[in-house]
């Protein structure tokens, strides 16, 4: 059985307030260690009203405090909006704070809109395009390379262990080629995965950091005592992903019963492929589905993605899924 983690997005409900997304995550968090989930992941975000985790970096560190054993990450940091250096420090400042415990997953992506990241860099200067060598750039400012001909601190030295995430084909040929662990979007992005995956393996050259290669895969769970409780705690997260891909995103929104039937039937499609790594369910339903996504993937680590509107909802959701972990691995 893979290990498991947990992707926050640190939701805010139409409801809520930053500061309580803030204090969920960290108690869920918590919650996680508790269940012994392995990995905490939090994911840069820009000009998104309905999640709170902009500030990557900040949010780990308040959830490091929250917690003492997990590993906590960015699930990830969108590099092309950074300067290396100052992704070393930050992450260099974290590793102080939280020895053993800190990953850094790196992505390609903006993370948001033009006009977002014109406010986030100022020009465009620094683009995607240049992500390999930004990723080499930041390996060397964590390494304390003399050849930089200046320091990151804190940061140099930490060697603070690098991811890179993709939903494509590119990341896994440069996870493959710098000798990175891999973790793959599959939660909202499917279509390449299983590709993607066996090209990270067959091209992977051992590193520094890692031997052999090291994949993990994102799937989305919602897990309740009944199968009817596990679809509607679901439907918040589908209308999300319905309002984003019709331009129109928000903060999150109560459950809606039959909320996937009411969508035309195009939409439901949309919704249908988009979301098809996914597990609704009870204990059982789910501990079926992990296992059939572990056994298809071949991962080393499944990272859980479960944006749940009622709080509580979303911590039973998680402790079912650690259970369902446990079936899964008695059975397989």
């Known amino acids: 059985m893979p290990k498991l983690s947990f992707l926050d997005l640190v939701p805010v409900t139409d409801r809520g307030t930053i500061a309580q997304s803030l204090a969920h995550a960290a108690d869920l968090a918590r919650h996680a260690e508790a269940l012994g989930f392995h990995r905490y992941w939090v994911a ?22 929250a917690t003492s054993t997990i590993r906590i990450g960015a699930g990830g940091i969108m590099l092309p909006n950074h300067a290396p250096m100052v992704i070393a420090e930050q992450f260099g400042t974290l590793e102080a704070l939280f020895p053993g415990r800190i ?13 977002v990241a014109r406010a986030l860099r100022r020009n465009l200067a620094s ?3 240049q992500f390999p060598q930004d990723v080499v750039e930041l390996q060397a400012f964590l ?14 030295g930490t ?25 793959f979007a599959s939660h909202f992005a499917p279509d390449a995965l299983d590709e993607a995956l066996d090209l990270y393996r067959r091209q992977f050259k051992p590193s520094e950091q890692l031997a052999e290669p090291y994949s993990a895969a994102a799937f989305n769970v919602f897990a309740a005592d009944t199968r009817e409780e596990a ?22 929104k109560p459950p809606v019963a039959g909320y996937k ?9 949309i919704l ?53 972990a446990q079936v899964s691995a008695r059975v397989g």
């Open 143 to 156: 390494a304390g390379d003399d050849r930089l001909g200046i320091r990151a601190v804190p940061g140099e």
């Open 44 to 65: 840069e975000h820009h000009g998104m009203a309905g999640i709170a985790s902009a500030a990557t970096a900040v949010v780990l560190a308040h959830i490091g405090h």
């Open 127 to 129: 683009d995607e395009r």
């Open 231 to 252: 679809e509607l705690i679901a439907t918040s997260q589908q209308q999300a992903f319905v309002a984003l891909r019709t331009g129109n995103p928000g903060r999150m």
């Open 272 to 324: 249908d492929h988009v979301l098809q790594c996914s597990a609704i369910g009870t204990v059982d339903d789910v501990a079926a589905g992990i296992d059939a996504f572990a056994r298809r993937t071949g991962v080393d680590e499944v990272i859980v993605a479960s944006s749940v509107y009622d709080h509580d909802a979303r911590k039973h959701s998680l402790a079912l899924t650690a259970q369902a």
């Open 103 to 115: 990953d850094l997953g790196l992505g390609r992506a903006p993370g948001s809109d033009g006009i």
């Open 159 to 183: 060697k603070v262990p690098l991811w890179i995430l993709g939903s494509s084909l590119f990341g896994a040929q440069l996870a493959a080629a710098l000798g990175l662990p891999y973790a």
């Open 261 to 269: 039937d009411s969508l035309p039937p195009n939409a439901r499609a």
